[in-house]
């Protein structure tokens, strides 16, 4: 994957790339909260959503979210990932 570098240094709201997640997590109150908001506290944007209850796994109340998201870079990116997966519920968050 090649990484936008838009001129200005706006950071990920005026360049950056677009990358689709998948997070596997139990379904509990909160949890899209908790989501969103950490992705705005890592200065990343969301772009889309979608969610299939019991994705993460048979009978076990989970849920897969699909996220569309803009960061800035690689590590950018991979700091989100490793921040999501630490939030309580998430079993498994990673690029799709």
Do not use: C, Y
């Not at 360049?15 to 949890?31: M, N, P, T, Y």
């Not at 969103?36 to 019991?54: P, R």
């Not at 870079?73 to 690029?95: I, Q, S, T």
């Amino acid at each position: 994957m090649e990484w936008n570098s838009a001129a200005g240094g706006g950071g990920p709201a005026t360049g950056g790339s677009e990358v689709d997640l998948q997070v596997d997590a139990i379904d509990r109150k909160w949890l899209l909260k908790d989501l969103t908001n950490l992705i705005a506290q890592e200065d990343a944007h969301v772009i889309g959503i979608h969610g299939d209850g019991d994705g993460g796994g048979a009978g076990r109340g989970g849920v897969r979210l699909r996220l569309r998201v803009r960061v800035s870079d690689f590590g950018h990116l991979a700091r989100l990932l490793g921040r999501l997966e630490a939030l309580p519920g998430v079993e498994r968050a990673r690029r799709a």
